[in-house]
Every structure is written in C-alpha cells, then in structure tokens.
C-alpha cells in the first residue's frame, strides 16, 4: 500500500472499500509512543479516528495510558473492563451520564466537563450506579469549542465538583485544536495555551485542589508536547493512520497513510474526466485545508483532482494526467480527514504483508450517541 500500485488481493474485494496497512499503523502507533516516551508525556488516543477495538489493543499495547472516546456508546464500543477511559465530551443528557456511570462499575472512566448542568447529572448518575467517575474541567484554551473561559471559572467548577459525592477532581482537559500551523510555527500559539494553563494549576493549588492529570494534545501539537512542560497526557487520534490534512499541514508524509479509499473506475463518458464508485457516503465532502486540491488524493494520478461528489459518483478531473485511468481500473485514494471516513465503512480491509487483505468490522462505527 505504500507504493504508488495497487496490490494483486485487493484488485478482488469489492468496491469502494476502505483499507488500512497494518505495518503503517505500527509505525505511525510506534512513533508517537517512542517520542512521548522521551517527552515524558502520556499517551491517551483518541479512538474516534479509527473506531476499531484491535487498534485500541495496539495502542495500548505500545504504552498508551489509557482510551479517549467522544461519545460514550464509543466508549464502550472501544473499551474493557479494566481498562481506563476518558470522555473527552460533556456527559449531558441522562443516556450519556447513566450509560457512562455503569461503565465506572468496571473500568476507571473520566470525562470532561465545562459547566455545573454536567456536574450535577454526573453526580447522580454516579450516585445511582454507587461508581465514582472522575471529572477533568474542560478550560478553553483558544479553540472557542468547549471549556469554561477563564482560570476562575475553571477554579469554580472543580470546587463544585469537590463538593460533590460520587466524583472526583482529576485535573482539567484541553485542546489546543485551533492550532494547525506546521510543527516549527506553533510556539507562539503554545506559548499562549501554556500561559492558561499555568494559572488554572496556579490558582487550583493555592485553593488546595490537586490536578493530577493535565490532558491535552492533538495530532497538529503531538510532537510538540514537550513544549508543554504541565501536560501529562495527549489525545491524538489521527496520528494513528494520518489523512491528506495532517500530510499538507506537514505533520507527516504520503507514506504515513495508513487508510486508503480503494474505487473502481466506472465511467469516462466525459472528456477530461473519470468517475469513480466513492462519493460522498463512502469519502466524506470534508474539504481540504488546501482550497484547490479536492476531495482527497489519488495516490496513482498525483495530477488528477476529485473535484465533485454525490453521493455514490466521485468525479476526477484527469486533463492534467499523462495517462489516463481506465474502466474498471482501481484507484486508491487518501481521504482529507480520515475520521469521519471511518465512520461511514462498516468494515475495513486489514493489510498485512503477505496475507490476503481480511474484513474487519467497524466496532463502534455509527456509536455517536
Ligand atoms: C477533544 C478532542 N481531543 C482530541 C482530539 C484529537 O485530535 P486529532 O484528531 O487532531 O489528533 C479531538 C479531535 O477532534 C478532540 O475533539
């Protein structure tokens, strides 16, 4: 999968289907583990990128400290009894805050909160379930997403939550997600995010509350986490199999892209053009963070550009091809962002060297309740 052919076994599995090269999953597992090791920074990834339990296992495996899920039905989708797992997501809404409380039953769950609403369910439901959930205060850190605004309200809500029976006061969470500059330019902008931090710490200790974990992270940052000497952990999720956004934010190589779109050619009636079995139910319409470059990248045409989906037709504009794709001919495309890709498939196609690629279910695939 790393060359620029497609393999002799998946000329034979059916179309559009998503694969993922096993041997970069290692590698792209192995060196986040590898420089975090060095960083002294824990790894916690985020599982809604690849939604599959056998990765999880992999992560775990090469060090991880623990699972990061968006919602709680991945949660349990993507983790054991055991295990340790955070809901980086406010649990509101009593589906959430009771499913997540049962989980506590049997595994050390945490989740992320930025108002006194979240606290108050947790507390029952943790209540009703006799578990203890572990709370992170969700302080926003530039992105404007989630998070309480200032250290002082940060400071408020773990005292609300120190207050209250069946939680505890684990530390606080953040994401530094508006930061996507390439790795050299970031410091500013982490400067900035350090500086929040720091008074949140600052302001907890003098009020005598402990955060032992600072959770922070992203793909963008991950190799830059030891810039951020008060975090002790990272979520990054699509560091595990990359996509055409952390390639053209040069975060990572061509080579690095472990999950591949494989289609099928099934039209050139129009001069210039070919058509393809992957639309947008099967590659997103998630656009590029290049504005000219398309609805993903087909690794044998560089030249050629997805430049319109429906639904089940991707149309790829080949002018600019030497040669050009011809029916019934697979094409392999990288998605832009790889996560909601994911999500679509209810299964991907394992590839290890030297076996035939193997169907694996999507275990947490549609788990966005
Ligand atoms: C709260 C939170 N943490 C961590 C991540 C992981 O970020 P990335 O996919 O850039 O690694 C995300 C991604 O959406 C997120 O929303």
């Not at 205060?137 to 809500?157: E, Q, S």
């Not at 922070?216 to 986490?225: H, I, M, V």
């Not at 990288?334 to 169907?359: F, G, K, Q, T």
Request: charged share 20%.
């Amino acid at each position: 999968m790393t060359v620029d052919t497609i393999q002799p076994d998946l000329q034979s599995i059916p179309t559009p289907a998503l694969t993922i090269d096993a041997a970069v999953v290692r590698d792209n597992i192995g060196r986040l583990s590898e420089y975090a090791r060095r960083a002294g920074v824990g790894v916690r990834p985020h599982t809604k990128t690849h939604k599959l339990r056998h990765i999880a296992r992999m992560q775990l495996e090469a060090g991880a400290i623990g699972l990061t899920a968006a919602k709680v039905s991945e949660a349990a989708a993507i983790s054991d009894s055991g295990e340790d797992v955070l809901l980086a997501y406010p649990p509101i809404g009593r589906h959430r805050a009771e499913q997540l409380a049962e989980l506590a039953k049997d595994r050390t769950v945490r989740a992320a909160v930025d108002s006194e609403a979240a606290v108050e369910m947790m507390a029952d439901a943790a209540l009703q379930t006799g578990a203890t959930v572990g709370l992170l205060v969700d302080v926003n850190v530039g992105m404007d997403r989630t998070g309480v605004p200032t250290p002082a309200d940060a400071l408020r809500l773990a005292q609300a939550i120190d207050r209250s029976k069946g939680l505890r006061v684990d530390g606080i969470m953040i994401y530094p997600g508006h930061i996507y500059d390439p790795p050299t330019k970031q410091m500013t902008a982490i400067g900035a995010v350090n500086a929040i931090v720091e008074e949140t710490l600052e302001l907890w200790q003098r009020a005598g509350l402990e955060a032992s974990i600072v959770s922070g992270g992203s793909t963008p940052t991950a190799y830059q986490s030891h810039l951020m000497p008060r975090v002790t952990e990272i979520r990054a999720g699509a560091y595990v199999f990359n996509d055409m956004n952390t390639v053209r934010c040069s975060y990572c190589a061509i080579e690095n892209c472990a999950a591949r779109v494989v289609a099928t050619v099934v039209s050139d009636a129009i001069s210039g053009q070919v058509v393809i079995d992957a639309g947008s139910k099967s590659l997103t319409r998630d656009p590029s963070s290049d504005p000219n470059a398309g609805f993903g990248y087909v690794v044998e045409f560089p030249e050629a550009r997805i430049s319109k989906l429906s639904e089940e037709h991707g149309q790829i504009d080949v002018s600019a091809c030497s040669t050009r794709p011809r029916i019934g001919e697979r094409l392999t495309v990288i998605p832009n962002h790889v996560c909601p890709c994911v999500n679509l498939h209810d299964s991907v196609w394992w590839i290890e060297a030297n076996e035939a690629p193997r169907e694996v279910r999507v275990d947490a695939r549609g788990k966005v309740q």
